[in-house]
Each structure stands twice: as structure tokens, then as C-alpha cells.
């Protein structure tokens, strides 16, 4: 990659990519995009100091819509591979993106994981409470009696996870919610989540107009920058307890050693190797 560094400040639009995102017309994803690029732009953060991981789903197409390095991985393992890549290249500002389906169901376990171990990542999950790319299937954010998919006409019985609180419990450093009906108050977020030494854990509240319509209300529902940070783990837990799952806002940060394996230089692959396949037999 051609270096940035020294370069002039870049704008939002030359983190982005060639390539024409295939969302739907609507989909939230495409503010999650604007948002990392402008607070990337507005961190000065030159290209080929930044990368970008993804799993898979319709919003882990993110990572080809940016010229950042990138890697667009596997269902669900997508903070496996961050974690082994900033083991390698401390240097690296490390972003990682999926949807809550990625980071909930199949990659559960690894999220619970990531928050604990607190290494220096930002990872955004694009929440539209349920599976769009498989076509609209109930994920861990549903409501219990959301019936318009075909496998659970009555709803599929199941509470939704809380995504905050188990970020709190599992000892994420740095949480918040955002929406994209507001990308600069989610580029606010993001800068911060950049700038926080440790795990950032980014909620998105992102809609699905194809299999949530009804999630187009969602922009009379989120409120704004309601939520100012707490370092206080009961107040916080209180917090995202007695809320909606509606207000936005930076809701924990605390100070918490970060955890980086090895130096951090190019020497350390081997060490970067090792933790990726020590994630994946999680
Ligand atoms: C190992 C594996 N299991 C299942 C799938 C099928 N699959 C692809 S995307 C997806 C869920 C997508 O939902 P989410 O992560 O919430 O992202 P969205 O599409 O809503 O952005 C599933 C189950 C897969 N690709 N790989
Ligand atoms: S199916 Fe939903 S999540 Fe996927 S691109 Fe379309 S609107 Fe976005």
C-alpha cells in the first residue's frame, strides 16, 4: 500500500474503496461505513497503519468497502483473527465489524473472550436484530415474539440478549451505543473507541429494511447522546439494565491494563500465529 504518512489529511471518501456496496437501499450499513470513515479522517489515521476485520454477514462486507488492509473472515471468527493480527502488528490500529448475529451466535464465545482479555481492538457490531444475509432468521437480539421469519411464525420464544451487558460482565473496558439514523454521533463514538487504549465495544443500532421494516421507526425511538460515561461497574450495570436498548451515548470506560502479547514488532508473527490458533480452539 502506498504510504499516507507525511500525506495531506485525507477525507472520509478516500478511506473508502471502489467497490460499490451491494447493500439494500436503506440498510444502516452504509452509515456505519460513513462513520468509520469520518472518524478515521478525523484521526488523521494514515491507511496503512489501520485494518480492518471482518466475519461474514451482509454488514462484514464492510471490510471491502474500505482501502484499509483488510481481511473478510470466517462466521463468527472475525475477533479471532484481529486478536492474532494485533499480537503481530501492535503497531496497527485494529477495527473489527460483523453484525450481531456474527458476534453473538456463532462467535459468542470469542466476543466473551475478547472483552476479557482487552487488547487494544474497536469492534463495531451492526446490530439489525436478526440474520440478513441468510434471508431474515431471529438471532440473539430478537424480541421473544418477533414472528415474520418462516422458522419462528410464533416468535421464537427465546429473551434477546442484552449486547452492553454482557460486554460489561465479560469486562469490556469501553462500551457504547450508537445508531446510524445519527453517523456523526456514531463517528463521535468511534473516535473515542479508537482512542481508548484496550476493548472498545461499539454497538450499532443499524436497521434491516428488508427483513425489519419495521425498524424504520427506530429514528423516532433512539435518543441521543443521552448516556454520558461511567468508570462505576454497578452504576454502568444499572445503567444498561434500566434502559430501553435506546439510548445512545459512550455508557462505560473504565482503565484497565491492556493486554498485548510480545513486543508487537514483525518478529512476532509467530506469536500472532499461535494466538489466532489458540482463539479458534476456543
Ligand atoms: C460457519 C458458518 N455458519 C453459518 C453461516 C451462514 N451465515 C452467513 S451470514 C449468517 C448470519 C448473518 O447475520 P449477522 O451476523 O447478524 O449479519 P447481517 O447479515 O444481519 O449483517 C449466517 C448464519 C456461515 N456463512 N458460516
Ligand atoms: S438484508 Fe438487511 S442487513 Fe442485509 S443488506 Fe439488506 S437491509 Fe442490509
Not at 453484525?99 to 470469542?110: F, K, M, P
Not at 446490530?127 to 414472528?147: F, H, I, L, R
Not at 429494511?209 to 462505576?232: A, C, H, I, N
Request: aromatic share 8%; proline share 6%; charged share 20%.
Amino acid at each position: 500500500m502506498e504510504k499516507d504518512t507525511m500525506a495531506r489529511r485525507l477525507i472520509p471518501r478516500e478511506y473508502k474503496s471502489d467497490i460499490k456496496p451491494i447493500w439494500c437501499p436503506g440498510c444502516g450499513d452504509f452509515a456505519v461505513l460513513n462513520a468509520i470513515t469520518k472518524a478515521l479522517a478525523f484521526l488523521e489515521l494514515p491507511r496503512e497503519q489501520a485494518a480492518l476485520i471482518t466475519g461474514i454477514g451482509c454488514s462484514s462486507r464492510i471490510a471491502a468497502y474500505t482501502n484499509l488492509y483488510g481481511f473478510h473472515g470466517l462466521h463468527g471468527r472475525a475477533l479471532a483473527l484481529a486478536a492474532g493480527l494485533k499480537a503481530a502488528r501492535k503497531e496497527l490500529t485494529v477495527l473489527v465489524a460483523g453484525g450481531d448475529g456474527d458476534g453473538l451466535s456463532i462467535g459468542g464465545n470469542h466476543f466473551i473472550h475478547a472483552c476479557r482479555r482487552n487488547m487494544d481492538l474497536t469492534y463495531v457490531m451492526m446490530d439489525n436484530e436478526v440474520y440478513g444475509m441468510t434471508k431474515g432468521q431471529a438471532s440473539p437480539t430478537t424480541a421473544a415474539d418477533w414472528s415474520q421469519s418462516k422458522l419462528t411464525p410464533q416468535g421464537s420464544g427465546i429473551r434477546p440478549l442484552q449486547p452492553a451487558s454482557l460486554a460489561l460482565t465479560a469486562g469490556a473496558t469501553f462500551i457504547a451505543r450508537g445508531f446510524t439514523g445519527d453517523p456523526n454521533g456514531l463517528a463521535k463514538i468511534l473516535v473515542e473507541a479508537i482512542r481508548h487504549p484496550g476493548f472498545a465495544f461499539v454497538q450499532a443500532l443499524s436497521p434491516c429494511p428488508t427483513f425489519r421494516p419495521e425498524q424504520m421507526e427506530w429514528k423516532r425511538q433512539v435518543r441521543g447522546f443521552e448516556l454520558e460515561p461511567t468508570s462505576d461497574l454497578s452504576a454502568a450495570a444499572r445503567r444498561i439494565q434500566t434502559d430501553d436498548g435506546m439510548s445512545t451515548g459512550i455508557i462505560f470506560r473504565s482503565d484497565y491494563p491492556v493486554f498485548q502479547p510480545g513486543s508487537g514488532t514483525t518478529d512476532d508473527v509467530a506469536a500472532g500465529i499461535a494466538a489466532i490458533e489458540s482463539e479458534l480452539r476456543v
